[in-house]
């Protein structure tokens, strides 16, 4: 199988990437470094291409089975809506085109920002109301992938991912996961700091997991756009109890007023549609996510951690 995955330096690309590699695809990454990092790549045996996905000439490129498009702009808090815009709609355009071309399919990540703060659980036919610039250039591209969708040209999936932690997220420092984050604090000694009441919730979702839905995306040769969660919400509250526990460190949360105003309270993937169109359903509790990750970051071994794969 020859496979592209855009943004293969990033968090989640390097780990679908290097995932595809061990399975004996030819995998080429093409990404522009601008956010991901080297290291995620450094045990990966197949090509770069460091171009970005808008400059790239795509016509030079050989025909490929299926596209994984992970390339964006992933830093939320971003509010250079061209900037934003640019690569994350008419980067996707470019990925998209190069697909037809070679009637490759294409599988790419789309978010939970889609929805914003509307009800959980959130369901893949809305309401879908973005709160930022992010969630509405996932949105746009969802919008075109089911124009494209429509007219049947080559399988699509979208997969509106949740809230993804695991290991290769280091690099993306101040908008890495809430766990990481949290885990980076209390190590250091510090009290987890989180908004006041951290009673807000997210639907944690292990990366292993979202490998295994791109893998299911392509194999099913369906189209659609599904969410990719556990349809689990987890409060901040409780991430720090499972933190401490895990961690073995005891430090209260210290609450602080939230400063955004576009904030989802909280997120649950409705996850019925990912399973009856690409077979999907998540493998990992947060909790055993958490053990297994931190087995590989903090080389902390639980009784649990050494169970789960
Ligand atoms: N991590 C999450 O919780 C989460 C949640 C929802 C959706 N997503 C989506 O999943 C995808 C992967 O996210 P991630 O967490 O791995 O983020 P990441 O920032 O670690 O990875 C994104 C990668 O894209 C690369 N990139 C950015 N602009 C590029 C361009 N113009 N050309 C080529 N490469 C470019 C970056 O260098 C980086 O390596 C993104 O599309 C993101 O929007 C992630």
């Known amino acids: 199988m020859k496979a592209i995955v855009t943004g293969g330096a990033g968090f989640i690309g390097s780990n679908l990437a290097k995932h595809l590699a061990g399975l004996g695809a030819d995998v080429t990454v093409i990404d522009d470094f601008s956010a991901g990092d080297f290291k995620n790549l450094k045990n990966f045996s197949g ?19 299926v596209v994984f498009h992970q390339a964006a702009l992933t830093d939320t808090t971003v509010s250079n809506q061209t900037q934003m815009m640019l690569v994350n709609v008419e980067g ?14 294409l599988v790419y990540a789309s978010s939970a920002a889609v929805y914003g703060n509307e009800n959980a659980p959130q369901r893949e036919e809305g309401p879908l109301n973005p709160l930022n610039v992010y969630g509405y250039s996932k949105l746009v591209a969802d919008q ?17 991912y949740f809230n993804v932690f695991g290991f290769g997220e280091q690099h993306k420092k101040n908008y890495a996961s809430m766990i990481f984050q949290l885990s980076q604090q209390m190590r250091a000694g510090k009290r987890p700091r989180i908004f006041a009441d951290g009673e807000q919730s997210r ?5 292993k997991d979202v490998i295994d839905a791109n893998v299911r995306a392509w194999e099913s040769k369906r189209s659609g756009i599904v969410n990719v969660g556990t349809g689990v919400a987890t409060t901040f509250n ?22 955004y105003s576009f904030y989802q309270n909280e997120t649950r993937a409705e996850t ?10 998540s493998r990992y509790s947060v909790e055993d996510g958490i053990r297994n990750y931190f087995a590989s970051l903090y080389g902390i071994q639980t009784p649990t951690a050494a169970r789960i794969k």
């Open 47 to 65: 090509s770069v291409i460091a171009q970005s996905i808008c400059q790239l000439d795509w016509d030079k490129l050989e025909a490929v089975d």
């Open 92 to 105: 996707f355009k470019k990925v998209m085109a190069y697909c037809v071309k070679v009637k490759s399919s």
């Open 238 to 259: 409780r991430v720090i109890e499972i933190l401490s526990e895990t961690l073995n460190l005891r430090l209260a949360a210290d609450y602080f007023e939230n400063p």
């Open 272 to 281: 019925s549609l990912a399973w009856s169109l690409i077979g999907f359903s």
């Open 203 to 207: 639907d944690h979702i292990y990366v």
């Open 144 to 160: 075109i992938a089911e124009r494209s969708i429509k007219k049947s040209l080559i399988p699509i999936v979208g997969l509106r």
